[in-house]
T-cell receptor, first 113, second 115 residues
Framework: AQKITQTQPGMFVQEKEAVTLDCTYD???????LFWYKQPSSGEMIFLIYQGSYDQQNATEGRYSLNFQKARKSANLVISASQLGDSAMYFC??????????FGAGTRLTVKP | DAGVTQSPTHLIKTRGQQVTLRCSPK?????VSWYQQALGQGPQFIFQ???????QRGNFPDRFSGHQFPNYSSELNVNALLLGDSALYLC??????????????FGQGTRLTVV
């Protein structure tokens, strides 16, 4: 069964506007971690933000914030003030306990000037 | 501080051949994981190495094997290559023990094309 679902294959956003990338997950483990990675065309996965299942507050890292809704099992990434350099693939991933990461299919974000 | 380095960056092999990909983890890291990323898909976990032993394995056939050396670097070997093995192979390093909040640092990957 798919553990991580990203329903938006592609998204467009105007430069300087905010954009939300969706991610839902499936787990019965009470302890898990959620990650967002950015993958530019070069291929390297760049870590953006982390949210733990027991964290009370939504994670923020600069222009990135994570809208964590535990009951709905969603962990949406919000990018504020989009820049042209934000154009890339974005992946949501989950780690349950000591297990390795499981990734979603990704969302391709294109920032328009 | 060197990040995760992978070699080669690109590789073309013929169906049926064998291939070896290499990874040096980020300085100070002792755990290496390998992922396969087919075109248009997310990375799929192959296996994880710590203390020169395979600790976890994803749903990949035995044609995929690995090794970790005492200096923590790692190799991924794929035998009897199939056209479907064409993908970007990503190496990620982290610190043991792996927990829910363990961040993985990725290399730029090796793009393997099987013809």
């Amino acid at each position: 069964a798919q553990k991580i679902t990203q329903t938006q294959p592609g998204m467009f956003v105007q430069e300087k506007e905010a954009v939300t990338l969706d991610c839902t997950y499936d787990t019965s483990d009470p302890s898990y971690g959620l990650f967002w990675y950015k993958q530019p065309s070069s291929g390297e996965m760049i870590f953006l933000i982390y949210q733990g299942s027991y964290d009370q507050q939504n994670a923020t890292e600069g222009r990135y914030s994570l809208n964590f809704q535990k009951a709905r099992k969603s962990a949406n990434l919000v990018i504020s003030a989009s820049q042209l350099g934000d154009s890339a693939m974005y992946f949501c991933a989950m780690r349950e306990g000591p297990n390795d990461m499981r990734f979603g299919a990704g969302t391709r974000l294109t920032v328009k000037p | 501080d060197a990040g995760v380095t992978q070699s080669p960056t690109h590789l073309i092999k013929t169906r049926g051949q064998q291939v070896t990909l290499r990874c040096s983890p980020k300085s100070g890291h002792d755990t290496v994981s390998w992922y396969q990323q087919a075109l248009g898909q997310g990375p799929q976990f192959i296996f994880q190495y710590y203390e020169e032993e395979e600790r976890q394995r994803g749903n990949f056939p035995d044609r995929f094997s690995g090794h970790q050396f005492p200096n923590y670097s790692s190799e991924l070997n794929v035998n009897a290559l199939l056209l479907g093995d064409s993908a970007l192979y990503l190496c990620a390093s982290s610190l043991w023990p792996v927990g829910v909040n363990t961040e993985a640092f990725f290399g730029q990957g090796t793009r393997l094309t099987v013809v």
